[in-house]
């Protein structure tokens, strides 16, 4: 018993640290598993400042899924906001490699090249052509109209939050959990 209630407190810890549910805990604690292939961490594909490969425990997991569970509805405006705070800059520290409080072009080009490497018929160029009109883009929105010699320095968070105001940020950033049976069928 005494190894039952250890795990029902750790649920419940988890529970008030992430809001998901026991239910959904227990949901993505297997998903967990199988990515893991029963391992007790999974390998961050990022590599970390020192050359070697992070990896993730089901807390980190967890933590890092709680970012994208779906907003309450019952919360009242101010929560719904700071909800929406936190998914945003969770979303900015992932183009903010060097955890500067700026996206540079440089940071930004990566992120689109490594999201857009998987797709055979897009080319490196094509990609930080693509990373340039964006980011030329947020310079527009976060300073206006720029002299010839004025530098973009990069996207602070509140240039980031300028940039992600007016979209719907809580319905495209969310977990859905489906029935197990639904999963089934996917593998």
Excluded at 98 to 127: C, F, M, Q, W
Excluded at 128 to 151: F, H, T
Excluded at 163 to 174: C, V
């Amino acid at each position: 018993m005494g190894a039952t209630h250890s795990a029902s407190e750790e649920v419940r810890e988890l529970e008030g640290k992430t809001g998901f549910s026991s239910d959904q805990i227990e949901q993505l604690h297997r998903r967990f598993k199988h990515l893991s292939g029963d391992q007790p961490t999974i390998r961050n594909l990022r590599k970390g400042p020192s050359g070697l490969a992070d990896e993730i425990n089901f807390e980190d997991f967890l933590t890092i899924m709680s970012y994208f569970r779906p907003i309450d509805t019952t919360m009242d405006e101010e929560r719904v906001q700071l909800c929406r705070k936190e998914k945003l800059r969770f979303l900015f520290h992932m183009y903010d490699s060097d955890s500067d409080g700026r996206i540079t072009l440089e940071e930004y080009r990566n992120v689109v090249e490594e999201l857009l490497s998987g797709n055979p018929h897009i080319e490196k160029e094509s990609a930080r052509s693509i990373a340039d009109g964006a980011m030329m883009e947020a310079a527009s929105v976060c300073v206006g109209r720029m002299e010839p010699d004025q530098v973009y320095e990069g996207i602070t968070f509140d240039d980031f939050l300028k940039i992600w105001q007016g979209i719907d940020i809580e319905t495209k950033m969310h977990v859905r959990f489906l029935n197990m049976e639904t999963i089934a069928l996917c593998h």
